[in-house]
């Protein structure tokens, strides 16, 4: 087998079988997807686990490793490619099967494994595919070790050893479903809605929730691998708007969204209003931060302008840091900076001891959404929100741009409000406060109203989010500039969703 892939393969070719497919851009900012069949083939990614098998090798990191797959029909043959390249390497690979994403991580504390390669495409369109990897527990790879894995991979520089072992851990689902209700039962009766989109997150998140104590409304918890009714993504407002229906119709205390493989979770009140995540984490923060006053807490630059001015969170002496987009970013500055927590607006939160293990996992999540409501008897998920000062936000808004641009555009766009604010230049009639730029760019107005533009880290698309603590008609004019000033550049398609 030649061992240095090539991105041009063509299916149904005799090339296709015997060499690797690869294509460069899948190896992304802190994961790595592709397209199956037309940028990756069973043999690019048995050499993307020959090449991970190789960096752990190189890094001086035990050859030990945990392995999982999602629940899609392709997932357990490339994860049988994956351990086939991490065997040959001189890996030990401990396979836990059918799995979510924090499952693998669980897994790595529960064997005392350094190292995750979990295969999945998470929320994707079917036909995606891709491994989230790490060595060194709680965190994931960042940019310097996918970059570093990429040139092992792209130059076939990697190294074949004996000694691979395949150890099976077929009771891993109970062991993890045991840890996470290992604990007092809530003593508040909470009727919770669990959709999970027919993804993996169906198999376990509903009994997480009885065991702890919920009474558990199912929808589209039965594994179904084309997610006939939407993608299991608690960002798409076709998810939220199920979830609140069914919310509503039920009579329920809180709506709980998982995507596919399991690491984030979103949220419908009682009143059947979806709640951005962010928000959610405000409340989150207000709770955790009365318990652990001066608690530090990481939040990404899509998130609300809330965690900086909220009076309650000031009161308890509670510090933000707004960082980069992205669940390896924020849990490795979380562990960094040895904070509480990180919340994500794409739902992906990180609980540091003693509420989690510094990973995110979306049952965690869960569960400490109904351990606030527990410690606030009187009042219901609405009631805390409405106790939240009022902004106005959008959800997260993605209109398409190739891999091989997006970088470029957001770069070109950052320029232009770098030089509109060096102009004194205004948007909806206010000048430019600040400009964010560790991830994207992020202009804030004078009055608080924001808008970022930052190039998806997981998909070729950009991302769009606005949010005015004054208007929804200022939050939606400072969409329409930014929305305006895209149309501008042919490399940006439609939106999957627009307000």
Known sequence: MDLKPRADLVPNTRAYEEIPLVKPTGFREYDARWLFGSEINLLGVRLLGMGL??????????????????????????????????????????????AMTPMAYFAQFDLDVPAVAMVTASHNDNGWTGVKMGMQRPLTFGPDEMA?????????????????????????AERYMADLSDRPKLTRKLKVVAACGNGTAGAFAPEVLRRIGCEVVELDCTLDHSFPRYNPNPEDMKMLHALAEAVTETGADIGLGFDGDGDRCGVVDDKGRELFADKVGVMLARDLSALHPGATFVVDVKSTGLFLTDPVLQENGAK???????????????????????????????????????????????????????????????????????????????????????????????????????????????????????????????????????????????????????????????FKNIDLHLSDYPEVGEYNQKI
């Open 148 to 172: 570093a894995l990429r040139d092992i991979v792209m130059e076939g520089r990697v190294t074949l050893r004996p000694g691979g072992e395949l150890k099976l851990v077929p009771d891993m």
């Open 320 to 478: 933000v840091d707004y960082w980069k987009t992205g669940h390896s970013h924020i849990k490795r500055r979380c562990a960094e900076i040895n904070a509480l927590a990180g919340f994500e607006k794409s739902g992906h939160y990180f609980f540091n001891p003693p509420v989690g293990r510094g990973y995110d996992d979306g049952l965690v999540s869960a569960i400490a959404i109904c351990d606030m409501l527990e410690r606030n008897p009187s009042k219901s998920m609405a009631e805390l929100r409405e106790a939240l000062p009022q902004t106005w936000g959008s959800p997260t808004m993605s209109p398409h741009c190739p891999d091989e641009k997006k970088y470029e555009i957001v770069d070109r766009v950052t320029r232009h409000y770098q030089r509109l604010a060096a102009g004194s230049g205004q948007i909806a009639g206010l000048p430019i406060r600040e400009l964010v730029t560790v991830n994207g760019v992020r202009v804030t107005l004078a009055d608080g109203t924001w808008g970022l533009v930052r190039a998806s880290s997981n998909k070729p698309e950009l991302v769009v989010v606005c949010e005015s603590p004054e208007s929804e008609d200022m939050m939606k004019a400072m």
């Open 53 to 98: 098998g190789t960096m752990l090798h190189e890094r001086g990191v035990r050859p030990e490793i945990v392995v999982g797959h999602d629940y899609r029909s392709y997932s357990s043959s490339i994860k049988q490619a994956l351990i086939a390249g991490l065997l040959a390497s001189g890996c030990t690979v401990h396979d836990i099967g059918l």
